[in-house]
Structures are given as C-alpha cells and as structure tokens.
C-alpha cells in the first residue's frame, strides 16, 4: 500500500484554471470509483472537497472538479482566487476496506 | 452537524504506547453507516491513514503500520480510541479523528492534536 503519487508543488495565476493528478494502481485509484480530495490550509484540519470521484459536498464551490482516466485522478479548479492557495491531497479506497493518501501538492496562486 | 475534538497527552516517551480519545458531539457514533478513523501527519508532511471502526467494533488498519495501532469505540461515552504501542520518534506527528460514510471518505474532522514523542 504505497502512497499515491502527486506533484510537489504547481502554480496558477488568478483567474486560470489548474490540475493537480493524482497516480496511483490498478488495486487502488484504478479500480474504484473512490477518490477523495482535501484542502488543507497551514496549521488547519483537511477539508473534503471531493468524494467518490467527482461528487461535491454541499458547500463546496463548483469551481472544484474531479475527474479518472485509468490510474491517475486529477482534481481541476478553475477561475483561481488567491484562497484557494493551500495543500491539497487525494485520498483512494484500496480494498480491504483500507485508505492511501497521496503525498500532497502545494498550491501556489501567483 | 457533527464535532470530533481529539484529547491525549501531547508528550510519549520512546518505546511508550500513545493514546487519545476522540469526543464525538451533534450526532451519535451508533449512526449505522459511518466509520470513524485517525489519520497522522508528521511536521512538514503528507497524511497517513492510520485506521478506522465502526460502531460495532469492526476495525480496520493501515496494514503498513504493523499491527502497532488499536482502536477502540465507546458507545456509551460516544468515543473512539486509539492506542499505538512501541512508539518512536518517527511516530511524532499531528493526529486527527476523522468520520464518514463508508469509511473511504472523511467528511468530518477534529481539529488535531500534537503528539511529541520524546525522552
């Protein structure tokens, strides 16, 4: 049960649209339909953000979005705004009733 | 809206088993579909599923942590526990209580607790 891989870190300017993936097997992200992403700002609690892939909890703005193609996920925002800067980590179920989180992206909004 | 509040010691010494409690408040932990689990983040680092239960006492753990963890539930008390036994160093970390539906998402979250282990 390796941790799923992101990118250290990516950039956007405000008003751009961004992607951060998310890599993982075919036992994990590539074979459920069961991702997860987080935001996390610094000294703060991760807050869901996306669930079972591509569903949004009530609250979250649609500018988040997630998508899979294959083993990798990737969560898109779109129209960045400086609050959004922050960690943002994916989470996959990988059988067993067990969780992999990735090792986390650092957004940066120029 | 439900609360999680992680309460423990914030200081282990070595080869000293590390416990804490989460207080769950604003809903019951006998709620039948969710599971309550704990993730860690070490200073400056990613997150790591430690593990999760359900209500019935049904536990599951990250299987890279070497049978080290043992969650608990309290239904009368609505908490869950966690001990983690021969802790070192490399146990420090942030810990967190977390829930959700399924137990492969975490909708809800504690604010975290430092742990420290040290001599």
């Known amino acids: 049960q390796s941790a799923l891989t992101q990118p250290a870190s990516v950039s956007g300017s405000p008003g751009q649209s961004i992607t951060i993936s998310c890599t993982g097997t075919s036992s994990d992200v590539g074979n459920y339909n069961l991702v997860s992403w987080y935001q996390q700002h610094p000294g703060k609690a991760p807050k869901l953000m996306i669930y079972e892939g591509s569903k949004r909890p009530s609250g979250v703005s649609n500018r988040f979005s997630g998508s899979k193609s294959g083993n990798t996920a990737s969560l898109t925002i779109s129209g960045l705004q400086a609050e959004d800067e922050a960690d943002y980590y994916c989470c996959s179920y990988a059988g067993r009733s067990t969780v992999v989180f990735g090792g986390g992206t650092k957004l940066t909004v120029l | 809206q439900l609360q999680l509040q992680e309460s423990g010691p914030g200081l282990v010494k070595p080869s000293e088993t590390l416990s804490l409690t989460c207080t769950v408040s604003g809903g019951s932990i006998s709620s039948g579909s969710y599971y309550w689990g704990w993730i860690r983040q070490p200073p400056g680092k990613g997150l790591e599923w430690i593990g999760n239960?359900?209500?019935?006492?049904?536990?599951y753990y990250n299987p890279y942590l070497q049978s080290r963890p043992t969650i608990s539930v309290d239904t009368s008390k609505n908490q869950f526990s966690l001990k983690m036994s021969s802790a070192s160093a490399a146990d420090t970390a942030v810990y967190y209580c977390?829930?959700?539906?399924?137990?492969?998402?975490?909708?809800?979250w504690g604010q975290g607790a430092l742990v420290t282990v040290s001599s």
């Open positions: 239960i359900h209500y019935s006492g049904t536990t």
């Open positions: 977390a829930s959700g539906p399924g137990g492969y998402f975490f909708d809800y």
